[in-house]
């Protein structure tokens, strides 16, 4: 401890020459390298071939920490505090107190990293070994080389005095020793130094510059680093010796197994320094293993000094280089993805801006307009974030789904965060109709002499009849205000703007559903279903405290249940059972199918007679009977499906869920298109007077009732059942959030809407009170009725498919239905835009036709003749849609197998890995034997790898790292 | 946007805004937050960047993680010196890696963290053991911990080397698609 005080304070000596701090952090690092190695150079008398191989890349690269290294070997050994046999016992000891690891990794990594709580870590009284590690420059600075140790950092400037005096002798044979075993194999001795220095961080001599800028604070805390690197490797071993304490050999595997990767590290930095280059992929900072290896432990504690330091070596320098390169939006995304603290990411981003800004005055590559083009894009950052904040600040309800997700975990979530989603959909449709139709038809709104009774708002209809909400009431002229003024044409707005409205719905979806798709089924065909996704997807969305019991209480109930069906895996079912499930999946599918169709029947039949019905009875709510009847099914249907789980037996949840789904969507689907069907064949054509604002009502009044519906489902049937759970029949419990049946339901609205929105522009605004409304209704009966789910959910994955759903019955269905309309229907003859057309389209025929009398718009003409109303374009288009499909089909079949093959290889090198351990640690007993030393002495080799272990290892792992390094290995 | 607030400078909110995946509202927001954690430590003016720490006594009864089993080893991962404690650019930095926005590597990379609980950087048995009784509040027996562990290592260790390096805790992640969902903390 005093030692390292000694350290920290000549290091603070703002004398020394700035340079040789590289020197020192250099050695530091070697002696930290070199020191398990230590005990062999005693045991075997041959000095320098015990040393060959550690050193290899050091000794090389720079001769003088070696010198410095090489007394302190014997210093070390003098002191009483060697780590050697006082390790084990000390941590076999700590691991069996119970809170290991509080203070494990809050004393000593927490030590580790300051320099002010840095003597923590050396106050712990387990740690002998760890001390005697990383006080290892104590014996030094207090035994007889006074000139070189009190003051190390004149190392640099007295390079040449500690070679001839101390090491000359000793080196080259040193040297000559290590030649033939070494896998390296570098023999320019001053590149080797550069790049072996690179990985560590730790400032060199290539970078001066960088050296000067470097200050005070950041100066002090190599040594630090140092220690904090062997105390990391110390850390290694505990874990070993926590599970392996009796078995030294394993402490020694263990140790070999983390060891060597420093070394590897080098060897890869040296054997290709360049090969390694960031490469425009900033992230593979922490992407790559070796980075991690070497790095991956400071950086990941943000030592602030040494974030200083890391971007100064040609990593950080590439990186640098890389992000130079990008725009500036990109580089802003790459190093906000930076696992590296937030001082270093700064500091990362000022060297960028500060080399950007300095690269236009030197090589003035940039091109004039890239810089205008800089100045805009710097100019419009302010209000673009100002403008993503204002989007912000319109994003609803974060905090109430924060509670949502603190109490229900992301599966509830989810299917609010899926209204919430609709409801910005509704809201965009709402401000495009409202602005583009609404808005110019009230500007010329004639009086409504209509009553208005109160009932209209049930019925859709009286009073509404003749106001903006439906299709009749717009008008077919132009709309102009003053003469000569712009005019307006209502018709082509009405057809554009439902139709700009549908594309961009669909290409919304289309996007989010990629997103989803990409995020959530990278690789679907690999999908682990064991229970790893149990332990490492804790949702930490989840905060509230009984939600967070009750999650660990059904946690552990899963991972049992899923331990004991791998404990029985795979009873045979008998034929007979199996005959018996598969019976009763066909009766269930034959019954629900039946059901629907029945459903679909009854909707038909009591939608054709509808008007008789209508006829005779002349009260206004009578036009109630068919939503109402189509809302029952909606609501009665679905539980009766939910009742054959007691009659089927899935072996999965999730296969019971989907089959939920694929049966309620197909009930849903088929009441909407019976109900399409009805509108467009018999209402359409039975010739009544402005029949679009006919249906239009009708899908009003099937929106309202299936809202009404709903909440009266939220506000009685859950709290009945809810009562009725608590109070009455207790086995019942709290009720689950039927996440599946709720989306569903929403589904079914959206649909509505879209197939509404041409006949009732106004839809989309009630639909997004309805949604707003909805919002509040579930979220109270959530937080009432509800428990949180037990099971855990593919909530992401079940997203994705309920985006899916939307897409592809829904909205191809809706397009389907709007098709039809649009180009097989006759618009009624005296009410709406399109009154006295044949057809809807006709508007867009005449329009061009207006067009292609006036030169300046040929080109729509031309682009319409050509390309939209052309079917050789859509055919050829069609074909390279085709095309490009398969294509990227083929691309993906190619990835798998590449996949597999990788999969394969990763195996084989860990098998391969393990032979070599195998073959080592067999060589090593050999060796031992045929080598028979005292017995304190053997424990300690076992302990502490020989260098020949070592080098060994170091092959395994070139086997991993297959990158350049194989030719100079002998072994490999 | 009334830039009323004098907490920090222009520059150190730009700084901010590239590092992490906050817009300057959610930035202040967050400052509040950590502000009101220990309303007498921190200062209401940040443009001197002062050396400030909330220990992580205050930092761990925040509501956002106070029944976390985990708000320890987040709160070690994210601090300067892995003891808890937390500056202000800790604070963000945890809460931006937890955020919404942050894409998976980077999630994966700092779950990893959390869960290498020896910081070795390998989740070996004894990780797998304590974040298993961590999970599930010891209710499981030893045997059947261990036993998970060992149907982890099992199903997640690619190159057999009996503990979980960062790269196959990635690849494990690809795999469950929930991941980036529920390793998030919503502020």
Known sequence: ?972 | MGNKQTVFTHEQLEAYQDCTFFTRKEIMRLFYRYQDLAPQLVPLDYTSSPDVKVPYELISRMPELKDNPFRQRIAQVFSEDGDGHMTLDNFLDMFSVMSEMAPRDLKAYYAFKIYDFNNDDYICMWDLEQTVTKLTRGELSAEEVSLVCEKVLDEADGDHDGRLSLEDFQNMILRAPDFLSTFHIRI
């Open chain 1, 1 to 972: 401890m005093s030692a390292y005080y000694r350290n920290n304070g000549y290091e603070e000596d703002p004398d020394y020459p700035e340079y040789s701090e590289s020197w020192n952090r250099t050695r530091g690092y070697l002696k930290t390298q070199d020191y398990p190695y230590s005990p062999g150079l005693l045991n075997n008398s041959d000095f320098s071939k015990t040393r060959s191989d550690p050193y290899s890349a050091g000794s090389r690269s720079s001769d003088y920490p070696r010198s410095l290294a090489e007394p302190d070997y014997i210093g070390s050994w003098r002191t009483p505090y060697h780590p050697g046999l006082s390790r084990e016992p000390d941590y076999s000891e700590s691991q069996q107190s119970p809170d290991f690891a509080g203070s494990r990794s809050n004393g000593n990594y927490a030590g580790s990293r300051t320099n002010a709580a840095y003597f923590d870590s050396f106050r712990e009284p387990d740690y002998p070994g760890a001390q005697g590690n990383s006080n290892r420059p104590g014996p030094r600075v207090s035994s007889n080389y006074p000139d070189s140790r009190t003051n190390p950092e004149c190392a640099g400037s007295r390079i040449i005095p500690y070679r001839d005096t101390l090491l000359e002798p000793d080196y080259p044979e040193a040297a000559n020793q290590f030649n033939p075993s070494n896998s390296f194999g570098k023999p320019d001795y001053p590149n080797a130094e550069d790049y072996w220095d690179s990985p560590n961080f730790w400032g060199e001599p290539d970078y001066p510059n960088a050296e000067n800028a470097r200050d005070h604070g950041s100066s002090n805390d190599h040594t630090p680093q140092m220690t904090r690197k062997v105390l990391s490797r110390m850390s290694s071993i505990q874990p070993s010796s926590h599970h392996e304490g009796d078995r030294p050999l394993g402490i020694l595997m263990r140790e070999n197994a983390y060891y060597p990767e420093s070394i590897e590290m080098r060897s890869m930095e040296m054997g290709s320094p360049y090969g390694h280059s960031m490469s425009g992929a900033p992230r593979s900072g922490y992407v790559n293993p070796a980075y991690v290896g070497e790095s991956g432990p400071s950086r990941a504690y943000g030592h602030p000094p040494y974030g200083d330091g890391w971007h100064k070596s040609p990593q950080g320098q590439k990186l640098i280089a890389s992000l130079m390169s990008m725009t500036s939006r990109d580089r802003m995304k790459a190093i906000r993805n930076q696992p590296r603290s937030m001082e270093e990411k700064r500091n990362l981003r000022k060297m960028v801006d500060k080399e950007k800004s300095k690269q236009p005055h030197g090589t003035l590559e940039l091109s004039c307009c890239a810089q205008c083009l800089n100045s805009i894009s710097l100019a419009y950052r302010r209000p673009r974030s100002g403008l993503s904040e204002l989007l912000d600040s319109v994003s609803l309800w974060q905090k109430t789904l924060k509670v949502i997700g603190g109490k229900f975990g992301t599966s509830v979530l989810s299917y609010f965060n899926f209204l919430r989603w609709l409801l910005k959909f509704n809201i965009f449709s709402f401000i495009v109709t409202f602005s583009f139709i609404i808005i110019p038809q009230l500007t010329v709104a004639e009086r409504n002499t209509l009553r208005f009774t109160g009932l209209e708002f049930l019925t859709g209809a009286g009073y509404f009849t003749d106001t903006v909400m439906y299709y009749g009431f717009y008008t077919n002229s132009t709309i102009r205000h003053r003469i000569g003024g712009t005019s307006y044409h209502m018709q082509l707005a009405y057809i554009f703007t439902i139709g700009t409205c549908l594309v961009i719905c669909l290409f919304s979806l289309l996007f989010s559903m990629a997103r989803y798709f990409r995020n959530n089924f990278i690789n679907p065909h690999i999908y682990s279903r064991g229970i790893t996704k149990l332990i490492f997807c804790w949702d930490f969305t989840v905060t509230h405290e009984r939600a967070v019991k009750l999650k660990q209480k059904n946690l552990s109930t899963e991972i049992r249940e899923n331990l004991s069906e791998i404990r029985q895996e795979n009873v045979k079912l008998t034929l007979n059972q199996r005959l018996t499930r598969l019976s009763a999946h066909l009766a269930a599918w034959v019954v629900s199918t039946g059901v629907a169709v029945a459903c679909c029947v009854a909707v038909y039949y009591l939608a054709g007679n509808n008007s008789e019905f209508l006829e005779s009875h002349r009260n206004p709510g009578a036009v109630l009977l068919l939503p109402f009847v189509v809302s029952c099914i909606n609501l009665a249907v679905p539980r009766f499906y939910s009742a054959f789980r007691l009659v089927e037996r899935y072996e999965t949840p999730r296969q019971e869920v989907y089959m939920l789904l694929i049966r309620n969507i197909f009930l849903k689907i088929s009441i909407i298109g019976i109900l399409c069907y009805y509108w467009l064949n018999i209402v359409a054509l039975a010739g009544e007077s402005c029949w679009e604002t006919l249906i239009g009502q009708e899908i009003y009044r099937l929106l309202l009732m299936d809202f009404v519906f709903s909440l009266a489902d939220s506000f009685l049937g859950e709290f009945l059942r809810r009562i009725i759970g608590m109070h009455f029949i207790k086995s019942l419990g709290l009720q689950e959030f039927d996440i599946a049946r709720n989306v569903l339901e929403l589904i079914y609205a959206q649909t509505l809407v879209w197939i509404g929105t041409f006949f009732c522009p106004l839809l989309p605004f009630i639909q997004m009170i309805t949604l707003f409304i909805m919002f509040y209704v579930k979220n109270i009966s959530l937080m009432m009725n509800f428990q949180p789910p037990s099971k855990a959910w593919r909530a992401s994955q079940m997203m994705t498919f309920f985006i899916l759903l939307l897409f592809f019955p829904s909205f191809t269905g809706v397009l389907c239905t709007l098709a039809i309309t649009i180009w097989r229907l006759k618009p009624s003859a005296d009410c709406g835009p399109f009154r006295g057309l044949p057809f809807f389209i006709h508007s867009i025929y005449s329009w061009i036709d207006t067009l292609s009398t006036r030169p300046s718009y040929l080109w729509v003409v031309w682009i319409y003749q050509n390309l939209i109303g052309s079917v050789h374009f859509f055919f050829i288009l069609t074909l390279i849609v085709l095309i490009i499909t398969y294509l990227y089909w083929q691309i993906t079949e190619g990835r798998k197998i590449m996949i597999r093959l990788l999969h394969e290889q990763i195996i084989n090198e860990g098998k391969d890995k393990m032979f070599l351990i195998e073959k080592l640690t067999k060589l090593q007993d050999a060796e031992k034997r045929a080598n028979p030393s005292s017995y304190a002495l053997e424990r300690r080799d076992v302990e502490q790898p020989s260098p020949f272990h070592a080098w060994g290892h170091d092959a395994a792992h070139d086997l991993r790292f297959r990158q350049s390094v194989q030719e100079g290995n002998p072994q490999a």
